[in-house]
């Protein structure tokens, strides 16, 4: 394996990014480099990126960086295998901008390229905004999810079917072997 550049900072977390082996997600889980402190990325609500108050337009850059992002205890955090960076996430890291259905399999597309088929290692979850409004979200891999878009959950409530719930009667979709729960039926109708 090449070794991994000392820069410090974005620059450095790129080029880290860039040496992972293969065309697979980096083994940010296995990395425990030193926490170096914070780096000035936030991560919006609408998915933007942004970097010391401007946001990263290079779609490649926001993939890449998502590649090396790791959700601790203490919180979300880029990781290399030498240095381990706090940045904000105002909400979940990811949205989920899209849906199909293959047979009995939801698959989603997030806005940073991670194909996700939803089941019981990758669940569905709703939450209720303090607006009242559903927040779904779709687990997408070590403890980092994706907000579905309104469009995309939109989507869902269509294909929804109702069950009989210790909650009550619920809509909800069925996803490699697994149903998950929408909401309950009388507000979908």
């Known amino acids: 394996m090449a070794e991994v550049p000392s ?22 889980h296995l990395w425990n ?10 991560i919006k609500r609408d998915g933007r990126w ?6 990263i337009n290079r779609e490649a850059l926001v993939r890449l960086f998502s590649t090396v992002l790791r959700k601790d ?16 996430v105002e909400d979940a890291p990811f949205i989920a901008t899209r849906v199909d259905r293959e047979g009995d399999t939801l698959r989603f597309l997030t806005n940073v390229g991670d ?16 607006d009242g409004e559903p927040r779904p979200y779709l687990h997408v891999r070590r403890g980092l999810e994706a907000l579905i878009a309104r469009p995309v959950f939109y989507e869902l409530v ?11 009667r619920m809509l909800g979709v069925a996803s490699n ?13």
């Open 7 to 28: 820069q410090p900072g974005l620059d450095g977390i790129a080029a880290a990014a860039k040496q992972a082996p293969g065309r697979g997600l980096p083994p940010v």
């Open 33 to 42: 480099p030193a926490h170096c402190g914070e780096i000035d990325i936030v």
């Open 50 to 55: 942004l970097h010391e108050g401007a946001q």
């Open 73 to 88: 205890p203490d919180g979300f955090h880029l990781v290399t295998p030498v240095e381990k960076m706090r940045i904000t």
């Open 115 to 130: 194909e996700v088929e939803a089941g019981p290692e990758h669940a569905l979850r709703v939450e209720v905004g303090e």
């Open 158 to 168: 269509e294909m929804a079917d109702e069950r009989q719930t210790a909650q009550g």
């Open 177 to 189: 072997g697994a149903w998950f729960p929408l909401g309950p039926a009388e507000a979908q109708t």
